[in-house]
């Protein structure tokens, strides 16, 4: 089976942990949802996603009741059943491990940060240390850091438009030099949520000489994220040639709608990778077609 076959199975394996996350979620039932044996699931998944399905749930179920915490008045008590811990004092010592704290002290140490407007960053010009907004028209969009949507730790980063309207588009992004990539096959990948996509968006990246000529590129616009989703994990993978310069790399929002980043990935990967460019030759047909105009079947 082929890398995409398994990458489609994979996020259908995640759309069905967010769908329930406060349910027992036994991996037998999971591989039987993709149709994989139990083995070959917990394999491939540990490719994709680098990190076990246990692993994966774990940290999902911990950052939803972290976030819990801080937005409802649920008990702690409660708040740990609901996510499959077995008693409160489980559930403590699982999230001392990530927040270096107890559940209590997190609960009123962030509901403080809040009520003071510490939190959640959303100002047009707050891009996320080390990136950049850009696009057709910027100043129709937003950008900014997100504490109540997260995928995992405290933070995610989104890119949404001011106006339901929204025609143009823009992107998060950065540059880098490619020297220490030269040769090298890359994966860029994220976990992405979005909110009322009406167009597309999508992770990108791409490859430059120094003349500014393009050598790779790939947007995801033959795969695009559209609509309402929850988290789901996507990748772009490239080549990148000995005679390049730069790549640059981000995440791109055609028209209106949100999108939440989080968890974002930057590897070099082995052959048994596919590539994902776009091949300028796509789509078009093998030789000239209709020379005399009077083949009307397919013209609408």
Known sequence: MSYKYHENAIQRSLNFIEQHLTDELQINLLAEHVGYSRFHFQRIFQKIIGKSIAEYIRERRMTQSARELITT???VIDIAITYQFNSQESFTRAFKKVYDMTPG???KLLRKLVSKGELILSTKDNAPNGWIMTG???FDYETGLD?????SGNYSAYLKSKDEKARSFATLMQQIKSDKYRGER???SAF???TDI???AGLWMRVDHSSGEVLAFDNMM???IKGTNEWNHFSVVLDIPIKSEVIAFGVLLNGSGQIWMDKLGFEVVDDSVPVTEQSPTEGLSNEPVNLNFEDNTTAR
């Not at 504490?147 to 995928?151: A, D, E, P, W």
């Open 73 to 75: 008045d649920q008990r």
């Open 147 to 151: 504490n109540s949507v997260v995928h």
């Open 192 to 194: 992405v949520k979005s």
């Open 186 to 188: 890359v994966r860029f």
């Open 198 to 200: 009406k167009e597309s």
């Open 105 to 107: 002290d997190y609960r």
């Open 222 to 224: 033959n795969r695009p």
């Open 136 to 138: 057709e028209s910027p």
